[in-house]
């Protein structure tokens, strides 16, 4: 697909991933609907950005959040055809903890919002692909998700974030056979150690630690090169139902 016939939903768009996916889209001269929680973020975006992006606050834990951000979406490009599944959060804690057992309603939310979250947006998504007139690959749509290294490398205090990130991996090749039928594609990025805001609140000295630990280059990933990544998917027809991971060649260690 040309990234210039993008209309696009990106969760998690007001930062982070997200916002470099909507960036990428813009520059490439598609459309962008930024679907997030922080409205002041999506807002200003917007305002930078101009016409060619709407924000709509929307919370993917949310069943009538989500059709109604799709709703709005459509309403303002006339359909969608590109979906960024970025919304996620990384909540680190122990089985057994200082507080004593791991908080179940902590892990319900992880999964609730990185997994449950995206395969959410995607039953909406499809529900509006289905009817766009295919281009001359026959395509009507693309899926990227985000999935983590911790999918297969989780560390220690991660069985939440991971256990969500491997069931959007797990899902990737299902979801890409049955939406082969209408045309439409579906892959996920496993980004390792990226310079987002969940790693924007930890100290200098622990955040060039980290980068420290990937093989090559040794730096934090950066939120452009994940939407370099997520742009090829897009406009390279053949890419389907694959899970790819953009790390660095790092593999996590235990703790």
Do not use: W
């Not at 939440?160 to 899902?171: E, L, T």
Request: aromatic fraction near 4%; charge should be negative.
């Amino acid at each position: 697909m040309n990234l210039a016939d993008s209309m696009a939903i990106v969760t998690g768009g007001a930062s982070g991933l997200g916002e470099a996916c909507v960036r990428s889209i813009v520059d490439g001269g598609g459309r962008a609907a930024i679907f997030d929680v922080q409205a002041d973020k999506g807002e200003a975006l917007v305002k930078e950005l101009g016409e060619n992006v709407v924000f709509v606050k929307t919370d993917v834990t949310s069943d009538e959040s989500v059709q109604a951000g799709v709703n709005k979406a459509v309403d303002t490009f006339g359909s969608i055809n590109v979906v960024v599944n970025c919304a996620g959060i990384g909540v680190a804690e122990k089985i057994i903890g200082r507080k004593g057992p791991m908080s179940m309603a902590m892990f319900e939310k992880v999964v609730q919002l990185n997994l449950i979250g995206t395969m959410r947006v995607i039953r909406y998504a499809v529900e509006q692909m289905v009817n766009n007139t295919p281009n001359d690959e026959g395509e009507r749509g693309v899926i990227v998700n985000t999935g983590s290294a911790a999918a297969t490398d989780g560390q220690v205090g991660q069985p939440a974030y991971s256990a969500s990130k491997a069931g959007v991996v797990g899902m990737t090749l299902p979801v890409a056979r049955e939406c082969a039928e209408y045309g439409i594609r579906c892959c996920t990025i496993n980004p390792g150690i990226f310079d987002t805001p969940m790693l924007a609140q930890l100290p200098e000295s622990v955040r060039d630690a980290l980068g420290k630990m990937v093989p090559f280059p040794q730096r934090l990933g950066r939120p452009s090169e994940y939407a370099q990544l997520a742009r090829h998917i897009i406009e390279n027809p053949m890419l389907n139902g694959e899970v790819i991971r953009l790390d660095g060649s790092i593999r996590m260690a235990a703790k």
